[in-house]
């Protein structure tokens, strides 16, 4: 089944240092989308990006999208400690009955340090 | 405020019990969707509501039973829960239900079983 998986489990960085975070899927998708969740609550939605993209940005958030190896990365650039959170990729299958439907994935825990 | 208010935020039940998540959505969005997130596991799409039409039952056990009166108020009634049915359940909306447009989530109900 499709499924977002990000890699990697967690991550531990400095305040000032950039983080990437990874994602992998395994079907053709319409768009892909990253979310944040911080401890406790509900996730937020930050950037989409849809499958005829290659690149976007979004203030200190830049994603990347490569179709043609299922994956996507999520940078934040001069992070901080407000960063600290889970962050979750998302994808919009693009055939068949999960048409539409979010999937996503088991998460990246971000602690920044500061 | 996310736009999407759940309430309780907390609830204890015991196994007998009968209870209600609620679920309420001020932003004019069309979709609806429970979520469950347990630890260790990905997001799991229950249900999913378009125009108070369920579009989506995802095998869920009939002990979890959904209902949307209409597009900006969803339920989750809950009756003889197991305690691996512990678990945070996220209400989220969309605008519509099948372009994997982006959610707007709630803050969850932390529900424990006992």
């Known amino acids: 089944s499709q499924q977002g998986e990000e890699d990697p489990q967690a991550l531990s960085i400095q305040e000032g240092e950039n983080a990437t975070m990874n994602c992998s899927y395994k079907t053709s998708i319409n768009n892909l989308q990253w979310y944040r969740q911080n401890s406790g609550r509900g996730l937020v939605h930050l950037i989409l990006i849809r499958s005829n993209e290659r690149e976007k940005h979004s203030g200190r958030l830049r994603v990347t999208l490569d179709t043609s190896k299922k994956s996507s990365s999520l940078l934040i650039t001069a992070s901080r400690a407000a960063d600290t959170a889970s962050y979750f990729c998302?994808?919009?299958?693009?055939?068949?009955?999960?048409?539409?439907?979010?999937?996503f994935g088991q998460g990246t825990i971000l602690t920044v340090h500061p | 405020e996310t736009g999407v208010t759940q309430t309780p935020r907390h609830l204890v039940m015991g196994m007998t019990n009968k209870k209600s998540l609620k679920c309420e959505q001020h932003l004019g969005h069309n979709a609806m969707y429970w979520y469950k997130q347990s630890a260790k596991k990905p997001l799991e799409l229950m249900f999913v509501y378009s125009l108070e039409e369920r579009v989506e039952n995802n095998s869920v056990p009939s002990r979890f039973s959904p209902e949307c009166p209409n597009s900006s108020h969803l339920f989750l009634h809950l009756h003889t829960l197991q305690p691996e049915d512990s678990a945070l359940y996220l209400c989220?909306?969309?605008?519509?239900?099948?372009?994997?447009?982006?959610?707007?989530f709630g803050n969850g109900t932390r529900l424990t079983v006992t």
């Open positions: 998302a994808t919009d299958a693009r055939w068949g009955t999960s048409y539409g439907k979010l999937t």
């Open positions: 989220a909306s969309s605008p519509e239900g099948r372009t994997g447009s982006p959610l707007h």
